[in-house]
């Protein structure tokens, strides 16, 4: 399933991404006797070990396509993460992952774990930390993905995707730290669980599934509710819900959101990937279990960014930009709270930013 202005035109738009030609980074993994795509980007400086992103594609669309989109390399530095971008089979409605909602053989769910278990051997991956996102049938494959195997997954973000009326059924294998997004106008999932689009029922509707995990996961009924700040004029609301418990919840809803993946904060008020990756990290600021009580990592976005940008810094403080061979290539003097940077001047690549007792905060530099 894709954005809404896609959805106008799906029928030509699945025919030219089912015939679109998969390069030579696709890589294949033999299940049950067939042949699986798949993408997996590495970090260009390696840690001893990493965590593992798997993003799971929507309805009819393809992984070269969706790296196009997304440029999961640079996901990949930025977040020094392991990052596998799967392919799902066609099911006769294009590409399709078997999260419940029509009837198939395929093991979509052994598939995506067996493969896991393979690239552990190939890549230092930290199998304590396992992330699983999607948008639309990716959305409702991470939840089935969650139920299923929750002993293995550390947490999960699907995106504009429910969990189906079949998958309800099931009891989760393990607690599972949770964030789901969803927009409340979205006319293809709808929040209810209802598609204008399809002119069906897709599964349970959002509160429906915020009770669902809230049971699973041990939760507080009532949660704690903040509202990102509207700076952009965007006519989008974007309000968090934190439901406190044994293992967290959120759920980030979009009023005012139709069926689409929110990226640039350039343009939105957050962008969806960030918010994700300070979910799964855990603090809010993209580091947590990897930085020490006195040391605080310097907060900044977007990421990757052109040149422009903003660090935000509790104090005054100086701080250096290092290239990846940890050459000081400028300083700066931080002002407390917001200050604005231009490092356009420099060429496109990794840089590393410390500061006084803080740790480097890595930033991707694109033109």
Same mark, same amino acid.
Request: aromatic share 10%.
């Given at each position: 399933?894709?954005?809404?202005?896609?959805?106008?035109?799906?029928?030509?738009?699945?025919?030219?991404?089912?015939?679109?030609?998969?390069?030579?980074?696709?890589?294949?993994?033999?299940?049950?006797?067939?042949?699986?795509?798949?993408?997996?980007?590495?970090?260009?400086?390696?840690?001893?070990?990493?965590?593992?992103?798997?993003?799971?594609? #929507?309805?009819? &669309?393809?992984?070269?396509?969706?790296?196009?989109?997304?440029?999961?390399?640079?996901?990949?530095?930025?977040? !020094?993460?392991?990052?596998?971008?799967?392919?799902?089979?066609?099911?006769?409605?294009?590409?399709?992952?078997?999260?419940?909602?029509?009837?198939?053989?395929?093991?979509?769910?052994?598939?995506?774990?067996?493969?896991?278990?393979?690239?552990?051997? !190939?890549?230092?991956?930290?199998?304590?930390?396992?992330?699983?996102?999607? =948008?639309?049938?990716?959305?409702?494959?991470?939840?089935?993905?969650?139920?299923?195997?929750?002993?293995?997954?550390?947490?999960?973000?699907?995106?504009? #995707?429910?969990?189906?009326?079949?998958?309800?059924?099931?009891?989760?294998?393990?607690?599972?730290?949770?964030?789901?997004?969803?927009?409340?106008? &979205?006319?293809?999932?709808?929040? &209810?669980? #209802?598609? !204008?689009?399809?002119?069906?029922?897709?599964?349970?509707?959002?509160?429906?599934?915020?009770?669902?995990?809230?049971?699973?996961?041990?939760?507080?009924?009532?949660?704690?509710?903040?509202? =990102?700040?509207?700076?952009?004029?965007?006519?989008?609301? =974007?309000?968090?819900?934190?439901?406190?418990?044994?293992?967290?919840?959120?759920?980030?809803?979009?009023?005012?959101?139709?069926?689409?993946?929110?990226?640039?904060?350039?343009?939105?008020?957050?962008?969806?990937?960030?918010?994700?990756?300070?979910?799964?990290?855990?603090?809010?600021?993209?580091?947590?279990?990897?930085?020490?009580?006195?040391?605080?990592?310097?907060?900044?976005?977007?990421?990757?960014?052109?040149?422009?940008?903003?660090?935000?810094?509790?104090?005054?403080?100086?701080?250096?930009?290092?290239?990846? !061979?940890?050459?000081?290539?400028?300083?700066?003097?931080?002002?407390?709270?917001?200050?604005?940077?231009?490092?356009?001047?420099?060429?496109?690549?990794?840089?590393?930013?410390?500061?006084?007792?803080?740790?480097?905060?890595?930033?991707?530099?694109?033109?």
């Amino acid at each position: 399933m894709k954005s809404e202005n896609t959805l106008k035109t799906s029928l030509l738009f699945v025919a030219l991404i089912l015939a679109a030609p998969l390069f030579s980074q696709v890589q294949t993994f033999e299940w049950q006797g067939t042949q699986r795509q798949y993408l997996v980007k590495t970090p260009s400086i390696n840690r001893e070990t990493m965590p593992v992103l798997y993003f799971l594609h #929507g309805l009819g &669309d393809n992984i070269t396509r969706l790296d196009n989109e997304f440029h999961f390399q640079q996901v990949a530095d930025v977040y !020094q993460w392991v990052v596998v971008v799967p392919q799902a089979l066609n099911e006769g409605y294009g590409t399709m992952w078997n999260a419940g909602l029509m009837a198939s053989n395929t093991d979509d769910s052994g598939f995506l774990m067996a493969l896991l278990d393979a690239l552990s051997e !190939q890549y230092p991956i930290n199998l304590d930390s396992v992330f699983f996102t999607g =948008f639309s049938m990716g959305g409702f494959m991470t939840h089935r993905m969650a139920i299923e195997h929750g002993d293995r997954i550390t947490a999960c973000a699907p995106v504009s #995707g429910l969990i189906t009326n079949a998958m309800a059924n099931l009891t989760p294998m393990a607690p599972v730290k949770m964030l789901h997004i969803h927009g409340t106008t &979205d006319p293809v999932v709808g929040y &209810d669980g #209802g598609s !204008q689009y399809f002119g069906m029922n897709l599964g349970l509707g959002v509160d429906a599934i915020l009770d669902y995990w809230k049971n699973a996961n041990g939760c507080t009924e009532e949660p704690v509710i903040d509202t =990102f700040p509207d700076l952009k004029n965007d006519g989008l609301r =974007f309000v968090r819900y934190t439901y406190e418990g044994n293992t967290e919840l959120q759920h980030i809803k979009v009023i005012g959101g139709t069926h689409n993946w929110y990226m640039s904060e350039d343009q939105y008020d957050i962008g969806y990937l960030t918010e994700i990756h300070k979910f799964f990290v855990g603090d809010g600021g993209g580091n947590v279990g990897l930085v020490e009580p006195e040391q605080k990592a310097i907060r900044l976005w977007p990421n990757p960014t052109s040149g422009h940008f903003t660090i935000e810094v509790e104090t005054a403080t100086d701080i250096e930009v290092m290239d990846v !061979q940890g050459r000081c290539v400028c300083k700066y003097t931080l002002k407390p709270g917001a200050n604005q940077m231009d490092l356009g001047e420099l060429t496109e690549g990794l840089y590393f930013i410390k500061g006084e007792n803080r740790l480097a905060t890595k930033l991707l530099l694109t033109k």
